[in-house]
Nanobody, 121 residues
Framework: VQLQASGGGLVEPGGSLRLSCAAS????????LGWIRQAPGKEREFVAN????????YYTDSVKGRFTISRDKAKNTVYLHMDSLKPEDTAVYFC???????????????WGQGTQVTVSS
């Protein structure tokens, strides 16, 4: 599986962005796909995960109510819609996939390239 992330950019605080992660190859229903971010000088942080088959979602507390992860099975694509963005959301966002249903900062079978999200006025 190869993952291709896109959609980052510069946005003002309070704004919105949508990240996309297009996957090539077969994705099993037991797989989990999602996003991990890394801010300058900080460790990687789990952001969100969606189980490919059931669509069950998981979020880190700091983004609950602001970010929404979803998937389009027909397009083999996962999205991260980010609303009410804050400067502390600034980071490189990495798309990742795990055959075990949940990505973590230390456990992912596949990684995409990062996409930069900058929240600044």
């Amino acid at each position: 599986v190869q993952l291709q992330a896109s959609g980052g950019g510069l946005v003002e605080p309070g704004g919105s962005l949508r990240l996309s992660c297009a996957a090539s190859g077969r994705i099993f229903s037991s797989a989990g796909l999602g996003w991990i971010r890394q801010a300058p000088g900080k460790e990687r942080e789990f952001v969100a995960n969606i189980r490919w088959g059931a669509g069950t979602t998981y979020y880190t507390d700091s983004v609950k109510g602001r970010f929404t992860i979803s998937r389009d099975k027909a397009k083999n694509t996962v999205y991260l819609h980010m609303d009410s963005l804050k400067p502390e959301d600034t980071a490189v966002y990495f798309c990742a996939a795990s055959s075990r249903g949940m990505i973590t900062t230390r456990s992912a079978d596949y990684w995409g390239q990062g996409t930069q999200v900058t929240v600044s006025s």
